[in-house]
């Protein structure tokens, strides 16, 4: 049922809100969850668009308030109306960190060289007014909500499990497979967060863009076994055709592909081909850059 606000109820204690902010990269826009009631945590507050953050406030019951604001990543789809949402509600912002926490010692290094690109799209100045981690649990009136670590999207990235579901992020959508844009994004973390919430046994994933995910073993597999296969085409690639860029495989891969997609499509190449350097599979001839010709090693 959707409230006047445009709040869809999804079960009990759990409402979704989406924001205004549809694109080929986000779809029908930003999802906002707010759960529990009397006391609600908000997940994922969304862009800074004041249309948004009067959608979320009048969503509330007369008598309810905001306790916490989580968010999963701090790319501006996700993160920026956070500060806002605090400060017209006085709930704290919790998050893993800021933009550029816990990327790997390759990651930090190469954001540092300048030459890898990425940074699409990244909340520069997002800072969380208290850091949560791996094994926090956050109790309210929305119940009990336990923090998962699952970088791979972005660093930062945490998911959210509250009652059999799990609030995902961009890390797993029924819609579309996620963009993995080093230095941020890391296909190796990627793989190994998926792989993680493969271990578990959820009954809903309610992701950052789009609808429930009703099978989350299926949608796992799926993804997984997708990841896989590109990275088979990748080194396939590589052996028939030689050396190559990026972008080159990009082009030769994604068959078909509308022209506007071949820079997601570049990057995830990328986060593949820095994964295979990693596991000395493919190798390049000089340093690891967006520009760099690889090999077969």
Known sequence: MESESGAVWLEDGLRRLTAPNPSAMTWRGTNTYLLGTDEVAVIDPGPDDPAHLDAILATLAPGERIGAILVTHSHRDHSPLARPLAEATGAPVLAAGPS??????????????G?????EGVDEGFAPDRRIAEGCTLTGGWG?????????HMANHLCFAWQGAVFTGDLVMGWSTSLVSPPDGDMG???????????RSDRVFHPGHGDPVRDPAARLAELIAHRAGREAQILAALHSAGPATAEQLARRIYEGLAAPLLPAATRNVLAHLID???RNEVSTGGGLTAEATFFRA
């Open 100 to 113: 550029d926490w816990g990327r790997s010692a390759l990651m930090h290094r190469l954001a540092g060289t």
């Open 115 to 119: 030459g890898i690109g990425g940074g």
């Open 144 to 152: 009990r909500i336990d923090v998962l670590e699952t970088p791979g």
């Open 189 to 199: 973390a990627f793989m190994a967060s998926c792989r993680k919430l493969a271990r």
């Open 276 to 278: 295979l350097v990693e």
